[in-house]
């Protein structure tokens, strides 16, 4: 699986987007697109693995998109540190962009999956598009974690039922205002161009770049301090990071990733959302 970045876009159409649609006050710098490559050259090396893969018979594909280099420029890091990585919902807009530039060469050549700021309430419009796998980690690592998974399934049952749709192939060409099932590459990119679009006029995305407060207890931590436990009221899903510590330096390894209740829900969780997920 190759991995492609939102800099395919080129230096002019990122920063207009990034900048003058979306409000964002970042600086993508030269350099990032100096060592990224362009878009002719990525499609150029997708084309090529594909052609190379297919005596060798694995699964070639592309994923888009990485994050994207920016000037520092908050105190949240160092000084010296020049550069930071944007991600999430920040970079949703430019991840669908530069996915629908390189859909028509890319499609050809493999499947390309996803990884820009999707969340619920995008990921039944980003299966229409054609993309998959559709990757939510930065959704996860949210509070609430894995139980948010349930919203996805969720939504993309509203959808279907409101098309009618019983696969997600159906579901495509239906979105696109098509029934033929040799219309679906070209569907799938009617979606993404409207999504493309309308993700740029998007006020949870413009709202992301708002200043909100760290959800987490603003409390001076001793880093050994156990008893508090910083490393588990950090983290997103206040895991037990103590007793995973605990069983895992006496050898019981079992213990320390699956014998507490709070793990064995987030199983019983993950098997029931991947139970009811529609095959394409």
Known sequence: ?????????GPEKLRAILN?????????????????PGLADAMQMV????????????????KLSNTLE???????????????????????SAHRHARACCDRSARRNGPISFCGGADCSSFASLLADGLGPVTVCTDLLKPGGYARLHQYVSSLSHALDRTGARSLDEFALRAAGAQDPSEL?????????????R??????????????????????WDPYDCIAAPCQKAAPHIKNIPDYLHW?????????VGGHSAHQTRCRLLRGVCAIIPAR
């Not at 492609?4 to 876009?9: E, G, K, Q, W, Y």
């Not at 998007?202 to 603003?218: E, N």
């Open 199 to 220: 993700v740029v006029s998007d006020s949870a995305i413009r709202s992301a770049q708002s200043s909100l407060p760290w959800p987490k207890q603003a409390v001076d």
């Open 70 to 92: 920016v000037v520092n420029h908050r105190a949240l890091f160092p000084p010296s540190e020049k550069m930071m990585y944007m991600s999430g919902a920040r970079a949703a």
């Open 47 to 62: 084309v090529h693995f594909a052609r190379g893969g297919q005596s060798l018979r694995p699964n070639v594909g592309i």
């Open 248 to 256: 895992i330096a006496k050898g019981e390894f079992q213990k320390g």
């Open 185 to 197: 590459s070209a569907a799938t990119r009617r979606n993404l161009a409207r999504h493309a679009q």
């Open 20 to 36: 003058d649609q979306l409000g964002f006050d970042i600086t993508v710098p030269d350099s990032a697109f100096a060592h990224d």
């Open 1 to 9: 699986m190759g991995q492609a970045h939102p800099t395919l876009l």
